[in-house]
């Protein structure tokens, strides 16, 4: 009687190890899909945070604002009022993707430099309407992180609530 051999045949092995490959296969897709709607959900909250952040901040200067100027050096400023009551002249400015409120005071008809905060290093366009009693803000924040890159857009507008002397 022929005894029988114990182990694989090349065949068996090929059909296992294709299978562990389909496997494989199918669970590393999953994941890698996982990671990124997980990136991409982490960075459009980080998005969503910074925008709020921003429309604070230049509503917190708008509402104590009574209008706007306009200096032939500076371009359009908002004229507000700082938490002490005194007179600012405030000025939101995009460098690169940086976006900053600079703080002017006056002095006769020369305006200072008192403060520049940057509230966002993330901006990828800013555009501000203004009209006699208002500004209107559109902010699109821009974060690429990894395979993903993820655009989020704050529009908001401001009226300026106190009256001009």
Avoid at 65 to 83: E, F, H, M, Q, R
């Amino acid at each position: 009687m022929k005894r029988k051999r114990l182990g694989f045949t090349m065949i068996e092995m090929i059909i296992a190890l294709a299978f562990t490959v389909i496997i494989l296969g199918i669970a590393s897709s999953m994941l890698i899909t996982g990671n990124k709607v997980f990136s991409d959900s982490d960075i459009k909250s980080t998005l969503q945070i910074e925008g709020q952040t921003i429309q604070e901040k230049i509503s917190d200067m708008g509402m104590q604002a009574s209008g706007t100027i306009n200096d032939p050096t500076l371009g359009t400023l908002i004229k507000s009022y700082n938490k002490s009551g005194q007179e600012r002249y405030y000025q939101i400015e995009q460098a690169g993707k940086q976006l900053s409120i600079i703080e002017y005071s006056k002095n006769g008809s020369d305006f200072y430099n008192e403060n520049s905060q940057s509230i966002s290093d993330h901006v990828a366009a800013f555009n501000v309407t203004y009209g006699s009693n208002f500004a209107e803000f559109s902010i699109s924040l821009s974060l690429q992180k990894g395979y993903s890159d993820v655009n989020y857009q704050v529009q908001f507008k401001i009226a300026f609530r106190n009256k001009n002397n």
